[in-house]
């Protein structure tokens, strides 16, 4: 506590001078974005090191945006209605049969259920084999990793999003981490594609259902700098209408095709 704020009332008259001051990561209230078609919902810059999370509607569109090159958004997935239901990146991916995921992918969960679908991708560097960082893995690079050390761990961030949802430890899934890489050797080999990378790299997702978004934006578990090496992330929603029937994405694949109709079923109400 500084001298200025030491009592109450020095303590509010500091609060109100900082009214209306903005800095880069920060959400913007009421939220403003010039470059999406749409009523804006959500505008956020996530600091390195950060953390975030949000309750959207079926049909919202999320845009990602890499700033400086070197962002990791891992996140994680829950049904907004009955969070028991949540991503599983497992089925993610053994149902496309496709371990990496780009544009007109799908993301899914343990239920069979088409949760959010990929409409724009140009990073194209994603992962969804390694997970989270963890305070273990950060002490290992940096000399710790706890959770408001100068090193947090994308775990720990998972941890505190989503307490605020009435979720704890065994809540906190596999996650994807969009914009770090990691490719499969044909020896079984895992690769790291860290970047950093150019600037404003970005994906279009698409709610396909209610759901909780959450996201920490620390290293890559992978990534063996020794710098505390993350750079911020712009998370930007916007209402969309629910995915139509001759929906492209919808009907890609036989498999997709189920997922969407058995995420329909559950809100044929």
Known sequence: MTSSTANPNDARAHARAMAGTIVEAMPMLPPQADDVPGEVLWEETVAAGGYTSRRIARGTRLRLVDLYGDACASMLLFNAE???ERLNVADTIKVQWNGYLGAGKLLLTDMGRVIMSIVEDDAGTHDVFCGASNEASNARIYGTGKNYSPYPNARDRFMLAVAKYGLGRKD?????????GVRVADDGATLP??????PGRSLVLRAEMDLIAVFANCPHVLDTRPEFAVTPLRVTAWRGAVTEADDPIR????EGLRAF?????YYRR
């Open 251 to 254: 009907q890609a694949s036989p």
């Open 261 to 265: 109709l058995n995420t329909e079923d």
């Open 193 to 198: 594609e860290l970047g950093p990378f150019a």
């Open 82 to 84: 009955s969070p028991v």
């Open 172 to 180: 906190v899934h596999p996650c994807i981490n969009w914009f770090k």
